[in-house]
């Protein structure tokens, strides 16, 4: 690793540039930019058969595509959903006028602790928001058993779990919607981008009207709907991408293997194990820093820093630490013992396809070393 190379959390895969002038080429020719163009239908057709679901609805980007899930099912007052995840979960039910109301999470998995969801459930609450992350799959029958007992839907905000499945099953498959984002650090990238998955045709329809200002045909607006749509190059960049993706999750495989190989024996350090009966897409590989580790994990963030290794704390701070969220009683952190511990615990390393076995070497080095 030479003295000056930065290497960052993740760095997006770029398909060859010859390959995406050709795209560009007919975009340019065409002239049809935007507005559900003929890339976007090959992408969404596309989509719908790599990931194994029925409808999904492209977006320009993961936040405005959650903003308009909830929307689509017109969901009110509270919802229910984890604080440990990145900012956007939480800001699309603030931007709908919705309190979130936030449960703890897991310690294995990080997603939302099922144990914990009926207790804050109130006459108000009309929807649970989960999220997959680190494409951790939540439990989505348990999930799906409490939603059905007390009347509530469910969003899945699955911007982590890009082609991710359970027994050989899209876990888009399950709740009433789920999020996609495309955004340029995931695992699949169309620049930006993002995407709603929903099982019938009808609700497709009423999400397509919605991300383009409520038009349902020329002269007749059935909403108060939002400019979201994607564009023709965000989505031939897409088409590009699905040519790739196969390669590039098991490149992420290998590098998640081979820093678990290399990270096995250190006290005081954890990572996360596949989940048996689920195929993963690896977006990341957070270590979590306990009291047993010689520093602490701020300490080994500044360091990694010092070698020119820029780690990321995925997710920390919580969100309920966030200002427009930190009066709220469900925000609390006695409420969230375990989200706190785990927030103050964990470090993203470099997790990306070109990523190369000399840095992972060491990095996990320097962590063994410090
Ligand atoms: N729900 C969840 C669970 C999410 O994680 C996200 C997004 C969303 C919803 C919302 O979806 P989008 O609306 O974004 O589609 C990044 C991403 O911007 C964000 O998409 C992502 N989650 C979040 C977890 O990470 P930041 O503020 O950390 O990004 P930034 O600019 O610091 O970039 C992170 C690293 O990636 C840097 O080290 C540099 C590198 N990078 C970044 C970009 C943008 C590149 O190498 N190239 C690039 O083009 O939020």
Redesign the pocket.
Same mark, same amino acid.
């Given at each position: 690793m030479s003295e000056k190379k930065q290497i960052?959390? &993740?760095?997006?895969f770029l398909p060859p540039l010859d390959e995406f002038n050709e795209y560009l080429r007919q975009i340019w020719e065409s002239k049809w930019l935007t507005n559900n163009g003929k890339f976007h239908q090959e992408l969404e057709k596309a989509l719908c058969e790599y990931l194994g679901i029925k409808y999904i609805s492209l977006f320009s980007? !993961?936040? @405005? *595509? @959650?903003i308009t899930a909830i929307q689509t099912l017109k969901i009110t007052g509270e919802v229910i959903t984890t604080p440990y #995840?990145?900012v956007?979960?939480s800001h699309?039910l603030w931007w709908n006028n919705i309190k979130p109301v936030f449960v703890d999470i897991e310690p294995e998995t990080f997603n939302i602790d099922l144990n914990k969801i009926e207790a804050a459930i109130t006459p108000k609450t009309t929807a649970i928001m989960p999220?997959h992350?680190y494409g951790n799959p939540c439990r989505v029958e348990k999930i799906k058993e409490i939603a059905d007992t007390y009347g509530l839907k469910v969003i899945y905000?699955a *911007?982590?779990a890009f082609g991710v499945k359970i027994n050989n099953n899209s876990v888009l498959n399950f709740g009433d919607l789920s999020?996609m #984002?495309?955004? *340029? &650090?995931?695992v699949y990238n169309t /620049?930006? !981008? !993002?995407a709603i998955v929903c099982h019938d045709e009808a609700t497709k329809k009423r999400i397509d009207f919605l991300k383009n200002f409520g038009f349902a045909n020329e002269t007749t607006v059935v909403a108060p709907g939002i400019n979201a749509k994607m564009n023709e190059v965000q989505a031939s960049m897409g088409l590009l991408q699905l040519k790739y993706i196969d390669e590039n999750i098991e490149k992420r495989k290998k590098i998640a293997e081979l820093y678990r190989k290399n990270l096995k024996d250190i006290k005081g350090i954890s990572f996360m194990h596949d989940l048996s009966g689920v195929k993963h897409c690896y977006p990341y590989f957070p270590i979590f820093v306990n009291e047993e580790y010689s520093r602490t994990r701020d300490e080994l963030y500044e360091e990694l820093k010092k070698n020119n290794i %820029?780690g990321?704390r %995925? /997710?920390y701070p919580l969100i309920s630490h966030f200002s427009p969220y930190r009066s709220m009683d469900s925000a609390k952190p006695e409420n969230l013992p375990v989200a706190e511990k785990v927030s103050n615990q964990v470090i993203c390393l470099p997790m990306y396809p070109e990523l190369e076995i000399e840095d992972i070497t060491n990095i996990t080095l320097i962590i063994k070393n410090i």
């Open positions: 960052l959390v &993740t760095q997006p980007n !993961g936040t @405005l *595509a @959650l #995840s990145f956007a979960t699309a999220v992350v905000d *911007a982590h999020v #984002s495309f955004h *340029a &650090t995931k /620049f930006e !981008g !993002g %820029y990321r %995925y /997710f």
